[in-house]
């Protein structure tokens, strides 16, 4: 996932949609400060439980530098989870889940990620490692403000606030130094992993800022990687708190031009654009929100910043999307639960799609936010700057780690890679990826998905089986033929039209009259 960190009264960790930058970013924080983690040597896979793993799988753990210039100095544990192939005569190749964010547990992701990669996992084992900063793997965590008030929470200043706050905390951690959770460091982690289990090669699947990761994993070793997909690209010369504008404008511009084009949307709501716009107007004002996590109404001051919030996680998944017509005209009558309500449903506060806000500012900040001040690409009409505004704020004081110029560089692919996109995803659309593509060459293939959104090769049955036969191919040149013509027609879901006295009378008349 890469989610965006727009505001929104819903006190929750928002994904990136299939593996999601922070969605919504009212969780701010939705965990406590994670303890230091016992440092040990590589251990011996171990036979242990996962949530929501019905059989046995197997946990391992390598002890790596917190520096690398340093390696005698801290000490940090890497934790992964191996899901121990089902057939006696497996391949030699496992799959490495890289997690969205940044700022995902991968191991965290075993549950919900093995049913979509069983057929893999019959000859091929699968490996999740949380990326240092994630999960069990020095936790870069901030605490969890899911009691506080939502006109806490959403006052101006509060995130800022709030995050300044956590980052202190974590730099008293004894593996506080948050200038040494870059990507560049992680992956030679993952690699470090790679060889305590005596891989040769693996097949890499990362999503969201899972692809800026496989990315830097191939540039820096590519002799140990046999294919690659990456899906919703997030490339390593992507701006994200610059892009985020542009293409949260784009997906948020389809809802109205798929509700204009609608004759039923377009009946019932045919001043949409202008409620919106009126709406925004009106802003800043009182408005009365239920506390999704008490229950209680409370009075908020709501700002655009806060709407904008609101309204950009359902752009991560079109079925969602799809509501938002309803919810935007619910709004602009002054009823704002139906918005808060549909904000709150990705991730739905689920401890697998939780960020840890520390390692993904760790990440940002070192990455990004050096550049967001030479950019020249054009806000969106209704996103403006707020993103670029509030990482520029954030990471003016967040220690900045080192990353080398080469990170920046995509290089041919020695291997086939599939890079897969929505066409409607608000984060990571397919013209970043129709750059890599050109990046990566002859060995590089690109599959767009019109009607999808934030997540596809994992997110989409058929496009699974796309995933599995492009990894499973004995040959390179198979693999890149592979037939992925069965998303090509998939329709975008239709605006949801809450029922009205009238179309609740016309369906009472149609059934009796089916009934004589």
Same mark, same amino acid.
């Given at each position: 996932m890469f989610t965006s960190p727009g505001a929104t009264p819903v006190p929750r960790s928002r994904p990136s949609a299939a593996l999601i930058l922070l969605a919504a970013f009212a969780g701010l924080a939705a965990g406590s400060a994670g303890a230091a983690p016992s440092v040990a040597p590589a251990s011996a896979l171990q036979p242990c439980r996962v949530d929501g793993v019905p059989t046995e799988v197997l946990c391992g753990g390598l002890s790596r530098p917190l520096d690398p210039a340093r390696p005698d100095g801290v000490k940090i544990d890497i934790r992964y989870v191996v899901v121990p192939a089902l057939a006696r005569n497996k391949l030699p190749d496992p799959v490495l889940l890289l997690a969205g964010g940044p700022g995902q547990s991968a191991t965290a992701l075993t549950a919900s990620v093995l049913p979509r990669l069983s057929r893999l996992n019959y000859r091929r084992d699968l490996v999740f490692i949380d990326q240092r900063g994630t999960g069990r793997s020095a936790p870069l965590s901030c605490p969890d403000n899911s009691d506080r008030s939502l006109e806490e929470l959403i006052k101006p200043g509060a995130k800022v606030r709030l995050l300044a706050q956590c980052r202190d905390t974590l730099k008293r951690l004894p593996y506080g130094d948050l200038r040494f959770f870059t990507t560049t460091i992680a992956m030679q982690d993952m690699d470090a992993v790679r060889a305590a289990l005596g891989v040769d090669q693996w097949n890499l699947v990362g999503a969201s800022y899972g692809t800026r990761a496989a990315l830097e994993y191939q540039r820096q070793f590519?002799?140990?990687?046999?294919? !690659? @997909? /990456?899906?919703?690209?997030a490339p390593p010369d992507m701006v994200l708190p610059v892009s985020f504008s542009q293409d949260a404008q784009r997906a948020f511009d389809l809802v109205f031009e798929s509700c204009a084009k609608s004759p039923d949307c377009n009946a019932r709501y045919p001043a949409l654009r202008t409620d919106w716009q009126s709406l925004v107007k009106s802003l800043p004002r009182k408005v009365s929100f239920t506390h999704?996590?008490?229950?209680? %109404? +409370? +009075?908020?001051?709501? !700002?655009?910043? *806060?709407?904008?919030?609101?309204?950009? %996680?359902?752009?991560?998944?079109p079925p969602l999307a799809a509501a938002l017509p309803a919810a935007l005209h619910e709004a602009a009558l002054g009823r704002f639960d139906a918005l808060g309500g549909l904000a709150g449903q990705l991730g739905g506060g689920s401890r697998a799609m939780r960020i840890f806000e520390g390692m993904h500012f760790?990440?940002? =900040?070192? +990455?990004?936010?050096?550049?967001?001040? *030479?950019? !020249?690409?054009?806000?969106?009409?209704?996103?403006?700057?707020?993103?670029?505004?509030?990482?520029?704020?954030? =990471?003016?004081?967040?220690?900045?780690?080192?990353?080398?110029?080469?990170?920046?560089? /995509?290089?041919?692919?020695?291997?086939?890679?599939?890079?897969?996109?929505?066409?409607?995803?608000?984060?990571?659309?397919?013209?970043?990826a129709q750059r890599v593509q050109q990046a990566l060459g002859a060995n590089a293939?690109? @599959?767009?998905?019109?009607?999808?959104?934030?997540?596809?090769?994992?997110?989409?049955? =058929?496009?699974?089986?796309?995933?599995?036969?492009? /990894?499973?191919?004995?040959?390179?040149?198979?693999?890149?033929?592979?037939?992925?013509? =069965?998303?090509?027609?998939?329709?975008?879901p239709p605006a949801y039209l809450p029922p009205t006295p009238a179309t609740i009378a016309a369906a009472a008349s149609a059934a009796r009259e089916s009934d004589r």
């Open positions: 590519p002799a140990h990687v046999r294919r !690659t @997909v /990456i899906d919703g690209v999704p996590m008490t229950g209680r %109404p +409370e +009075e908020v001051s709501l !700002t655009r910043e *806060t709407l904008l919030g609101l309204v950009r %996680p359902p752009l991560y998944s760790s990440v940002v =900040c070192a +990455e990004d936010a050096p550049r967001i001040a *030479t950019s !020249t690409e054009a806000p969106g009409a209704d996103f403006g700057t707020l993103d670029r505004d509030l990482y520029t704020s954030v =990471c003016s004081g967040w220690p900045r780690g080192e990353v080398p110029a080469a990170f920046y560089a /995509i290089p041919p692919a020695k291997s086939p890679v599939l890079l897969t996109s929505g066409g409607s995803d608000p984060a990571t659309p397919q013209r970043h293939r690109h @599959v767009v998905v019109a009607a999808a959104g934030h997540g596809v090769a994992l997110a989409l049955p =058929c496009m699974r089986d796309v995933l599995f036969r492009f /990894i499973d191919a004995a040959a390179d040149a198979d693999a890149l033929q592979v037939d992925a013509s =069965c998303a090509k027609d998939l329709p975008r």
